[in-house]
């Protein structure tokens, strides 16, 4: 394979959801096609040149998806590794599997953030009740989080001190990671980028409120003190220069009085960065897209102040109401049925 890919050539995405219907359209706009792999309901699949319904375990469906493209690249990171080993085999992946691996496992993730000298919460690894409750002594608050396959706040139990070790490990039962409490003022984000020349774009840190656990909104600017700002986008550098990354990323940081605290990366676009749509030249999208399609990065500054707000479940309600407001960009995912907690799409506010 020759980067840069030329026009015409098609990128491969596993995952249909939102995320690769967005990466679809940026992959359009910049000339290329996109081939999404998904086994389950794909809203990308209506953007797409191509798509592939069958399961991770399917091998001769993922060996013809991985012939049929220029590059790989994916909107979630919990793909199986023998599915990722063979595409590896036939067509280069990128962000590379050392990242995808790393944020796979959220023990490994910490000591990898850990071994760069960053700050994460207190931690322990925790594989039996007996761990939790060692782990626990000397603890105030703490959360249990599964190492694997956990998000938006899944896979989680919060505990404190007295509380019975036994019922929060019998909650989660799979090999976990004790989390000390850390007291945040406030949860912000950085959407990185690197090329696959080493070049470094970090878009401005968003502000990010979360409701029950999901992302409600994400705010820029995000209004802490601006001596911060340049340290956060720093962390996001370390870290995907030390990955030798190629892609966009979405680093999330609790911001405490002393410093800055990393919570979790995640190596692929991010919900916090839907705000880069409204307000800069090129969003984190087609900043992906032109990453792992070799091209330069683009210029991610931003020229607006924007909140974006995720449209949860219900709020499709909203919809005939937002289509008549000022300076308000929506966009829908396509999915077919409303249910609770379910993303179904966001909107972009500009404030001037
Ligand atoms: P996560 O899935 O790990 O991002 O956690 C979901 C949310 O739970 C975060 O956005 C925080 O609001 C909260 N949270 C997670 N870990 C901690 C922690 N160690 N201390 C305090 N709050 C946390």
Same mark, same amino acid.
């Given at each position: 394979?020759?980067?840069?890919?030329? &026009?015409?050539?098609?990128? @491969?995405?596993?995952?249909? @959801?939102?995320?690769?219907?967005?990466?679809?359209?940026?992959?359009?706009?910049? @000339?290329?096609?996109?081939?999404?792999?998904?086994?389950?309901? /794909?809203?990308?699949?209506?953007?797409?040149?191509?798509?592939?319904?069958?399961?991770?375990? *399917?091998?001769?469906?993922?060996? /013809?998806?991985?012939?049929?493209?220029?590059?790989?690249?994916?909107?979630?990171?919990?793909?199986?590794?023998?599915?990722?080993?063979?595409?590896?085999?036939?067509?280069?992946? %990128?962000?590379?599997?050392?990242?995808?691996?790393?944020?796979?496992?959220?023990?490994?993730?910490?000591?990898?953030?850990?071994?760069? @000298?960053?700050?994460?919460?207190?931690?322990?690894?925790?594989?039996?009740?007996?761990?939790?409750?060692?782990?626990?002594?000397?603890?105030?608050?703490?959360?249990?989080?599964?190492?694997?396959?956990? =998000?938006?706040?899944?896979?989680?139990?919060?505990?404190?001190?007295?509380?019975?070790?036994?019922?929060?490990?019998?909650?989660?039962?799979?090999?976990?990671?004790?989390?000390?409490?850390?007291?945040?003022?406030?949860?912000?984000?950085?959407?990185?980028? %690197?090329?696959?020349?080493?070049?470094? /774009?970090?878009?401005?840190?968003?502000?990010?409120?979360? %409701?029950?656990?999901?992302?409600?909104?994400?705010?820029?600017?995000?209004?802490?003190?601006?001596?911060?700002? &340049?340290?956060?986008?720093?962390?996001?550098? %370390?870290?995907?220069?030390?990955?030798? =990354?190629?892609?966009?990323?979405?680093?999330?940081?609790?911001?405490?009085?002393?410093?800055?605290?990393?919570?979790?990366?995640?190596?692929?676009?991010?919900?916090?960065?839907?705000?880069?749509?409204?307000?800069?030249?090129?969003?984190?999208?087609?900043?992906?897209?032109?990453?792992?399609?070799?091209?330069?990065?683009?210029?991610?500054?931003?020229? /607006? *102040?924007?909140?974006?707000?995720?449209?949860?479940?219900?709020?499709?309600?909203?919809?005939?109401?937002?289509?008549?407001?000022?300076?308000?960009?929506?966009?829908?995912?396509?999915?077919?049925?409303?249910?609770?907690?379910?993303?179904?799409?966001?909107?972009?506010?500009?404030?001037?």
């Amino acid at each position: 394979m020759t980067f840069p890919l030329n &026009p015409g050539a098609t990128i @491969g995405i596993l995952g249909g @959801g939102q995320l690769g219907r967005m990466l679809s359209v940026a992959a359009s706009r910049l @000339g290329y096609r996109s081939h999404i792999y998904e086994p389950g309901a /794909a809203p990308a699949g209506d953007v797409a040149h191509a798509v592939t319904n069958a399961p991770y375990e *399917d091998e001769a469906a993922i060996r /013809a998806f991985a012939a049929s493209v220029d590059v790989v690249t994916y909107e979630f990171e919990n793909v199986p590794a023998a599915a990722l080993d063979l595409i590896e085999s036939i067509v280069p992946i %990128r962000p590379n599997r050392r990242a995808l691996a790393v944020s796979q496992d959220r023990l490994d993730e910490k000591d990898f953030l850990t071994g760069l @000298g960053l700050t994460v919460a207190p931690y322990a690894p925790v594989d039996s009740a007996a761990d939790l409750s060692a782990a626990m002594q000397g603890q105030g608050r703490a959360i249990l989080k599964t190492r694997r396959l956990g =998000y938006d706040g899944k896979g989680q139990v919060r505990i404190a001190a007295g509380d019975d070790p036994a019922a929060a490990w019998a909650q989660v039962g799979a090999p976990s990671v004790l989390e000390g409490f850390v007291d945040f003022t406030a949860e912000i984000s950085v959407i990185v980028a %690197r090329g696959q020349d080493g070049a470094v /774009a970090a878009y401005d840190p968003g502000l990010n409120l979360h %409701r029950d656990g999901i992302l409600r909104t994400t705010t820029v600017p995000c209004g802490l003190p601006a001596r911060l700002i &340049p340290d956060a986008v720093l962390i996001a550098s %370390r870290i995907v220069t030390a990955l030798d =990354y190629v892609g966009v990323m979405g680093v999330e940081l609790f911001v405490t009085p002393r410093e800055l605290v990393v919570n979790e990366i995640a190596p692929r676009v991010h919900n916090s960065g839907h705000w880069t749509q409204a307000g800069c030249a090129v969003d984190q999208f087609e900043q992906h897209i032109r990453a792992v399609a070799g091209l330069p990065l683009g210029d991610g500054r931003r020229y /607006a *102040d924007v909140t974006m707000e995720n449209l949860i479940g219900d709020d499709m309600d909203r919809v005939p109401a937002l289509l008549g407001q000022p300076d308000t960009q929506l966009h829908l995912y396509g999915k077919a049925e409303v249910k609770p907690g379910r993303k179904m799409g966001h909107v972009n506010r500009i404030m001037r």
